[in-house]
């Protein structure tokens, strides 16, 4: 993973003086009503980053920076973040989904902040009204899950990676991030419904690519929010032979504290962070039913298990 370092707004603005000339690209783009505006000279990311994020007119003033840059005096994938201005500084990365999602961080940490909205890492789909969530650590199973799901023609999607959700009375909202989907290669193996999504060649280094599923699954099947009712966190232990078990509201509040809410990507994590995002839990936890499913065995075998828990029909 990359490293997150706070600097000052002194720091930043020596920074930004060192960096403004170099400035070839300025895309400001709507994350969940956020103005989040890159700052680049590197076209391939910027035309992924277009690709992948809503445009925002360039009237609007941005809540939120990003510079992304090279420079050879300083180690990979380094992130320093200023936030007073909610100012991210990018270096020397080369995978793209690591930028999406400090982007989606970066307007998360300003919702978060202001507007008593949270982040949730992790995808979001609506089956006949009813919103579930698939998350867990990394390599899990949760974007083979969401895809499986989605060869279901009653489900439709709210985001594949990462969401926004706040409290609504006695309900949880769950809104969308993202236009286009940061898919991967692979998946077109696990189902073939997918298959064709992306022409050949145009998967990049990591074997991704940002796509617009709208391709396969229609227009109507791509909703703005949902009302969350069920989270699923997905593990993947071959030493437990549970494959699932419903938890407490206390028991799935210690387990998103112990795996850092299952985000790595979030930019500050201070006491202050850490008792609003207890407080958003707690309410999120006690207004859901949490399921642990552990994913140990084929795709289609965790499939199923999900499927009977969402009540979702099972494929003949």
Known sequence: MYTISLITPEQKED?????APKVRYEIKSEIYGCCIKLLSDNEGMKEQWQENFYNMSQNVRSHGRMYLFCDPARPPDTVLFEPVSKTAFLFNFGYYGWIKSLALSLAGDVLEDEHGIFSIHGACVDIAGTGLCLIGTSGAGK??????LLTNPKTRIISDDWFFSRVFGPEILAYSSEKNFYIRQDLEKIWKEFGGLVREGEYDSEGRAVADIRWIIGKGRILP???LRIIIVLKRDPDDRTTVQTLNPEVALAMFEDNHYFNPHLLVNNSYKKDIRTRYLTDLLARTTTYLVNTTGTPAETQR???SLAAVPQDS
């Open 225 to 227: 929010l949902t009302t």
């Open 305 to 307: 298990l999900i499927r």
């Open 15 to 19: 920074l930004i003086g060192e960096l």
């Open 143 to 148: 974007t083979t899950q969401t895809y499986g």
